[in-house]
């Protein structure tokens, strides 16, 4: 997701979710069938409009099986704990296979592990790097790393736009709006970073922070860095609820 203030001339606040991806989580079957089983999704949260958005897509393909679907997740996108047990709950309640979009996929292997012993089959979506341990079914995904790595690029080309010049030769400063250590994090802003320094390597990182996730953290973290970096060109944020953050403090300075 893109997100631009019109009328703030050097703020552009980016998302690298920029893929919405619909989950068909649960056994195949012939579409001819009818017959009745219970899934589960568990998102990170339901803030961000990309999980809200899945989930829709979930449950237009649910409607279309008959099946059940359970979409169970903590509060906020830092609950690494508690989206474990939501996982092992659900798999205790039997059902017929369980879809996860893992806050920590290192933390998320006990989930899994239950999951494999109670002879649920796991799907892991918004992922497609394997975890250390466990047995997935299917990973569903995208590149993280070249997701960002092509917002960077266009990143240069709009930059280039403006300044009048070829997208290599662009020039400006970025502030990076990163979530809670991890592999997303990790992907993405490292993916936007390679991306900067191969396609305009004059646009600079000036700073990043973590946000949590969080559009209300963002807005506060984008607002301090307006203040002590009026001339930020760029927000680059690892989720869609931070760069909405981000285009907010645009807005208000």
């Known amino acids: 997701m893109f997100l631009k203030n019109p009328s703030i001339r050097r703020s ?5 979710l920029s893929i919405t991806v619909i989950v068909l989580v649960a056994i195949r079957v012939v579409r001819t069938q009818r017959v009745e089983h219970t899934v589960a999704v568990v998102p990170p949260a339901l ?15 649910a409607d279309e099986y008959d099946w059940n679907v359970i979409t169970q997740s903590p509060e906020r996108e830092t609950d690494i704990e508690g989206q474990v047990a939501i996982v092992e709950q659900l798999v205790q309640q039997g059902v017929d ?25 796991v799907f892991m979506h918004n992922l497609i790097t394997p975890i250390a341990e466990g047995q997935i079914v299917e990973y569903i995904g995208y590149d993280q790393w070249n997701g960002a790595a092509n917002l960077a690029a266009y990143v240069c080309e709009v930059l280039g ?22 592999f997303h994090t990790n992907r993405r802003t490292g993916g936007f970073k390679y991306g900067l320094a191969q396609n305009c390597p004059e646009v600079k990182v000036v700073g990043e922070q973590t946000a949590e996730w969080e559009r ?34 645009s807005q208000q300075n």
């Open 216 to 249: 209300e953290k963002a807005l506060q973290v984008a607002t301090t860095a307006l203040q002590q970096h009026p001339d930020i060109d760029v927000f680059f944020g690892n989720s869609d609820e931070m760069a909405i953050g981000a285009a907010l403090a």
């Open 12 to 16: 552009i606040a980016l998302s690298v």
């Open 161 to 182: 736009q403006k300044q009048g010049v070829a997208a290599s030769d662009a020039k400006g400063k970025v502030f990076i709006l990163t979530g809670i250590p991890g």
């Open 97 to 121: 296979a369980i879809s996860i979009n893992p806050i920590n996929a290192n933390a998320m292997i006990a989930g899994v592990t239950t999951a494999n012993q109670m002879g649920v089959p």
């Open 47 to 61: 803030v961000s409009p990309f999980h809200v958005t899945l989930l829709e897509g979930v449950q237009t393909q």
